[in-house]
């Protein structure tokens, strides 16, 4: 089967990816549904040490993690009450004067050997709780839902910021933080030779790490269980392999997959030990399993149809995958123990890009509509849709490892962009970079 024919069904598996390089952070435009956010103060952290000052602003950080999630309102620092360092010296009534649901007061210390001791404390400014005392019941504070210190490096401050953000978040949604994560993404910089880059950064767009450059284009980036790898699609041997490539071991690259005609659109399995992709190794493109210890590769789909992108369920039981053997590029799971594959989505005349939250519940996927091209979630067991972005080019749907939110990458004024949006659809930002065009992000599973 032609490439041409390919492309014409599956345009956002395989178009090229153009667009620049992220020299620094992403901007963070909110453009939707903070009204609802709850209002949170996070003081400045002290600081005591030899060096003037911390290397990092860790109460910006966390202000900011916060800020993104869309469930809270950090308060500017010039609207706060109090500048303090400890749980001790809050005044409830001034916050609760405020309408400030929490706050967050935290310290910095610089220690001989050069580590710095942090400490933090989540305060809920309205929590009380009943206390008998002399046969009698009193109303009495109980708003230190959280403390915490550690030594660490330095170099960690960021880091260690956004584990903190973690925790706060946690306690008080009752759900995981995903800030100390990372994104992967691949861009373009037309004034360098290799233009086409992988790169990898916090989940914030800081730090940004090239793993590898190409002369021609890098597709597809994937993230292992245990986020120690990539495996993507590279043309710079003037056809589509598929490499994995170690992030944190001298970012060593090996080929898994390079038959003649399409390899592409790689997919870790939940235990790391596999990885799905799509080959036409046969003739025709289809779905199959390589086992990464004994490099044997199984045939998972038999059909005329085009059959790509294949995504595992949580539970490692079953794939699906984009197809159009129905007519039209349509979602369809199948479950790796036997059975016919199963159609998922009937909404709209286009369906692709599957992926599911931890949960299992909810599947994210790229619905085209009246030719509109939305990020949507379908509720696996009613299979009912909500289109969840207002934006009209949207690909690449990837959701944070707590589930909460979708990155993704879409076009916002003639410029290709990443935006976010929470799952529910009532938070949504652009993160348009600060220099240039970025796309294909991937979203990495929770960091040890």
Same mark, same amino acid.
């Given at each position: 089967?032609?490439?041409?024919?390919?492309?014409?069904?599956?345009?956002?598996?395989?178009?090229?990816?153009?667009?620049?390089?992220?020299?620094? %952070?992403?901007?963070?435009?909110?453009?939707?549904?903070?009204?609802?956010?709850?209002?949170?103060?996070?003081?400045?952290?002290?600081?005591?040490?030899?060096?003037?000052?911390?290397?990092?602003?860790?109460?910006?950080?966390?202000? &900011?993690?916060?800020?993104?999630?869309?469930?809270?309102?950090?308060?500017? !620092?010039?609207?706060?009450?109090?500048?303090?360092?400890?749980?001790?010296?809050?005044?409830?009534?001034?916050?609760?004067?405020?309408?400030?649901?929490?706050?967050?007061?935290?310290?910095?210390?610089?220690?001989?050997?050069? !580590?710095?001791?942090?400490?933090?404390?989540?305060?809920?400014?309205?929590?009380?709780? *009943? %206390?008998? /005392?002399? +046969?009698?019941?009193? @109303?009495?504070?109980?708003?230190?839902? =959280?403390?915490?210190?550690?030594?660490? @490096?330095?170099?960690?401050?960021?880091?260690?910021?956004?584990?903190?953000?973690?925790?706060?978040?946690?306690?008080?949604?009752? %759900?995981?933080?995903?800030?100390?994560?990372?994104?992967?993404?691949?861009?373009?910089?037309?004034?360098?030779?290799?233009?086409?880059?992988?790169?990898?950064? =916090?989940?914030?767009?800081?730090?940004?790490?090239?793993?590898?450059?190409?002369? *021609?284009?890098?597709?597809?980036?994937?993230?292992?269980?245990?986020? *120690?790898?990539?495996?993507?699609? #590279?043309?710079?041997?003037?056809?589509?392999?598929?490499?994995? *490539?170690?992030?944190?071991?001298?970012?060593?690259?090996?080929?898994?997959?390079?038959?003649? +005609?399409?390899?592409?659109?790689?997919?870790? &399995?939940?235990?790391?030990?596999?990885?799905?992709?799509?080959? #036409?190794?046969?003739?025709?493109?289809?779905?199959?399993?390589?086992?990464?210890?004994?490099?044997?590769?199984?045939?998972?789909?038999?059909?005329?149809?085009?059959? $790509?992108?294949?995504?595992?369920?949580?539970?490692?039981? &079953?794939?699906?995958?984009?197809? =159009?053997?129905?007519?039209?590029?349509?979602?369809?799971?199948?479950?790796?123990?036997?059975?016919?594959?199963?159609?998922? $989505?009937?909404? +709209?005349?286009?369906?692709?890009?599957?992926?599911?939250?931890? =949960?299992?519940?909810?599947?994210?996927?790229?619905?085209?509509?009246?030719?509109?091209?939305?990020?949507?979630?379908?509720?696996?067991?009613?299979?009912?849709?909500?289109?969840?972005?207002?934006?009209?080019?949207?690909?690449?749907?990837?959701?944070?490892?707590?589930? &909460?939110?979708?990155?993704?990458? $879409?076009?916002? /004024? +003639?410029?290709?962009?990443?935006?976010?949006?929470?799952?529910?659809?009532?938070?949504?930002?652009?993160?348009?970079?600060?220099?240039?065009?970025?796309?294909?992000?991937?979203?990495?599973?929770?960091?040890?």
């Amino acid at each position: 089967m032609k490439i041409k024919t390919i492309k014409k069904y599956f345009i956002s598996v395989f178009l090229l990816l153009n667009f620049n390089v992220v020299a620094e %952070e992403f901007d963070f435009i909110i453009s939707g549904g903070a009204d609802n956010a709850r209002p949170v103060a996070v003081l400045p952290f002290s600081w005591k040490g030899v060096d003037a000052k911390a290397k990092e602003d860790a109460g910006a950080v966390i202000a &900011s993690d916060l800020r993104r999630s869309g469930r809270f309102a950090p308060m500017p !620092r010039h609207e706060q009450v109090q500048a303090i360092d400890n749980y001790e010296d809050i005044n409830l009534k001034l916050w609760r004067e405020k309408g400030i649901e929490a706050v967050v007061v935290g310290r910095i210390t610089q220690v001989p050997d050069g !580590r710095l001791k942090i400490a933090y404390e989540l305060i809920d400014v309205f929590r009380k709780t *009943q %206390e008998v /005392r002399n +046969g009698k019941l009193y @109303q009495v504070d109980r708003n230190k839902l =959280d403390s915490y210190s550690a030594f660490i @490096q330095a170099k960690d401050l960021r880091f260690h910021s956004h584990r903190i953000a973690d925790r706060i978040y946690e306690k008080l949604t009752g %759900e995981k933080g995903a800030f100390a994560t990372r994104i992967a993404y691949v861009s373009v910089d037309k004034t360098q030779e290799k233009k086409f880059r992988l790169m990898v950064a =916090d989940s914030d767009g800081w730090a940004p790490q090239m793993l590898f450059a190409s002369y *021609q284009s890098i597709m597809s980036p994937a993230w292992s269980p245990d986020a *120690q790898q990539l495996a993507y699609v #590279s043309f710079e041997n003037g056809r589509s392999e598929v490499f994995i *490539q170690d992030i944190y071991k001298n970012n060593s690259r090996r080929k898994v997959a390079a038959f003649k +005609g399409i390899n592409s659109a790689p997919s870790f &399995s939940p235990d790391g030990r596999r990885l799905a992709l799509t080959l #036409s190794r046969d003739g025709n493109p289809e779905i199959y399993i390589l086992d990464l210890t004994t490099q044997r590769f199984s045939r998972i789909t038999n059909h005329y149809a085009i059959d $790509t992108e294949p995504n595992w369920t949580p539970d490692g039981q &079953s794939l699906t995958f984009t197809s =159009d053997r129905g007519g039209r590029p349509q979602i369809y799971r199948k479950n790796l123990f036997g059975g016919k594959a199963k159609r998922m $989505t009937y909404d +709209g005349n286009y369906n692709a890009s599957s992926s599911f939250t931890p =949960d299992g519940r909810t599947m994210v996927i790229i619905n085209r509509t009246n030719g509109v091209f939305h990020v949507a979630v379908q509720d696996v067991e009613t299979g009912n849709m909500q289109i969840i972005t207002e934006t009209r080019l949207d690909e690449s749907p990837s959701l944070a490892p707590n589930g &909460s939110m979708v990155i993704y990458a $879409t076009v916002y /004024r +003639g410029r290709q962009v990443l935006s976010v949006v929470s799952t529910d659809g009532r938070f949504k930002a652009r993160l348009p970079s600060k220099k240039g065009e970025v796309k294909a992000p991937v979203w990495s599973p929770f960091l040890n």
